[in-house]
Nanobody, 119 residues
Framework: VQLQASGGGLVQPGGSLRLSCAAS????????MAWFRQAPGKEREFVAS????????NYGDSVKGRFTISRDNAKNTVNLQMNSLKPEDTAVYYC?????????????WGQGTLVTVSS
């Protein structure tokens, strides 16, 4: 199993960024996928998740209405569109494979991609 996150970078407050996670080594549409983030000195935080079919999506309270998770099962990718970015969104963002949706239990993680929101 491999998860490769990309798309991070420096963006000004109010700007947008799109993260992607390329998955390989497993049957992608069998698994829900998620994005988490971790800011310096803070605990890891759930950002968003999406069911294997793409039908059910969940978001952390801090990103609701601003971030959108999607997936392309033909390309084995999961994406995170981030709009109206705030400085507090600055973090390393990780994609992860979910093994048990109710508890958001995960087993494999990507390497992370850094998002910095600053003027």
């Amino acid at each position: 199993v491999q998860l490769q996150a990309s798309g991070g970078g420096l963006v000004q407050p109010g700007g947008s960024l799109r993260l992607s996670c390329a998955a390989s080594g497993f049957t992608f549409n069998w698994y829900a996928m998620a994005w988490f983030r971790q800011a310096p000195g803070k605990e890891r935080e759930f950002v968003a998740s999406i069911a294997g079919t793409g039908g059910t999506k969940n978001y952390g309270d801090s990103v609701k209405g601003r971030f959108t998770i999607s997936r392309d099962n033909a390309k084995n990718t999961v994406n995170l569109q981030m709009n109206s970015l705030k400085p507090e969104d600055t973090a390393v963002y990780y994609c992860a494979r979910i093994t048990y949706a109710l508890t958001r239990e995960t087993d494999y993680w990507g390497q992370g991609t850094l998002v910095t929101v600053s003027s």
